[in-house]
């Protein structure tokens, strides 16, 4: 077939049990006029990479370099600077890490890693601050900054390049980072606790995490849990040193500590390897990222999915898997058995007896053997199998390095899950999750140059993904069907978010209840879907295959097949 000269392939492991999904339909390349994204940038701002939308999704808040600033994002076609606070280390302050060894204009300023909202008036914001990190409160109205002085709390990394996840909850914020200037202490903690509890922090008379890289976190509203999710050392092969695994750690959001053993520390913490293996091919065990879907309205919380994003420590070009865990499964295998850890050998071994005390909430008052118990039993005994067992996703020559992901409904009424995955390089990738396995309907470039530091944060309810870069951040809206002039483009695009009006002869974002509309998300049905229009002639996307010929010739980072 002629086209198939033309056609880019999102190459699928073979012996994998989700079928290759077909080529990509279009690729847009930065700033392309026929995909409009909205981009933010202005000067003297650097390093938008720490993202956070209000609830009515109307201000983005970033976090940059040597400032924090509000974005008026409630227009679709501009996004608008409304405030701006400096926050910058002070000349003694850069001399300081300086003389630590630190380059002044790499990693002395301030870049801040974690906005997350306080309480109504206020915004929790910390930055690497020369390498001597640093908290402040941000009042959201004039978005005036009122520094705190932390102390020995560590609440994001000295290092601007390590990654880290925090969390608020009603007031109290969770967070996952490293702890020292060396970077080679993570620390779980609580902070700001309520009701005149204490913080807790995690034992550090054991070691609970291995070299870890955190990616992400999550609430589990209904069991008063939280999720940590991050790659680390997997210590239980005794084999080799440097096996990364991927894991999710838990604790209880209201642990206290014990009484005598485990003050002041997590007696809740416990964690579990994440599975992502295709059938007969070795595991992708790096956990680059992780989304967490919510359930559908009407379900209940175990049905809350996680997407994750891996990498394979063993592959040396670009592959990735996606694999998906439920939140059922997540709970149930940190309601299993356990492995304990012997100090004497060092090594893990299978918890024998009852012990069903383990990773359960409220253990404060329980006695000192249980607790002692608890300390050296943190690794669950199964891991936690994605959803099918199998990866949803593979896809090699791609490194994926976040992941967003929504549900829509299509106008067969059918709920389909569309993901958005950014690659190494730049571009966009929009997959719908197909009863034929996943389908690649579109690429947009976002970035030109390869991004250390990224991140990006999806309002489904807006329809617009944000990607937050070194130099500005980025508005992508999930649809532009617009794009597909003619019934046939449209329907061939397959995307459950354009449907062709065949009363407006237009394709358009279906709205709940719209009938006359022409899609076929499963197979692309041109004849079918539509018969009597003007414009459906043309052979199945000819045009699209013409442009993105033109356009590919530009982008080395695909093979033309
Ligand atoms: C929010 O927190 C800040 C900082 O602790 C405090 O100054 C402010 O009064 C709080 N606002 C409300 C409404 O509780
Ligand atoms: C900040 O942005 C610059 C480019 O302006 C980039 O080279 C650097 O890696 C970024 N640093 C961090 C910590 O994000």
Known sequence: MASGVFLLFLLLSSSGSAPPPPPPRVSFLLNSADRPLVHFTAPGIYNTTTLLLSTDASTLYVGAKNAILSLNVSQHDIISLKNKVEWSPSPREINDCENKGKDPTVDCPNFVRVLQPLNSTHLYACGSHAYSPQDAYIEVDGLS??????????RCPFNPFQRNTALSISGELFTATMSDFRGVRPTISRHFSKDGRPDVSQDSSVSLLEEPVFVGSALDSSERKLYFFFSEVGKEFSYTNELRVARVAQ???DDV???RTLQ?????FAKASLLCQPPRQLPYSVLQDVFTLPPPEGSTASDTLFYGIFSSQWSSGSDSAVCVFRL???RSVFSGGYRSFDSQTHSWSPLQGKHTYLGQCGLEEFADPDLAQVKKSFLTSSAVQPVGNVPVLVSMGQSYSRVAAMTTQAVSGKQYTVLFLLTESGFLHKVVLSDRGPRLIEEIQVFAQVQQVKSIVLSSSKGVLYVGTCSGVTAVPVAHCASYRTCSQCVLARDPLCGWSRTKKICSRPSSGTSNMSQDVESGNVGRECQGQT?????PGQDFLLRQ???????PSFTLH
Do not use: E, I, Y
């Open 145 to 154: 900054l009122v520094k705190q002085r932390s102390g020995v709390k560590v």
């Open 251 to 253: 604790v209880c959001k």
């Open 257 to 259: 500590g014990g009484l």
């Open 264 to 268: 002041k520390k997590w007696t809740s």
């Open 328 to 330: 059922q499964d997540v």
């Open 535 to 539: 414009g459906a002639a043309p052979r």
């Open 549 to 555: 010929r033109q356009n590919r010739k530009h982008d």
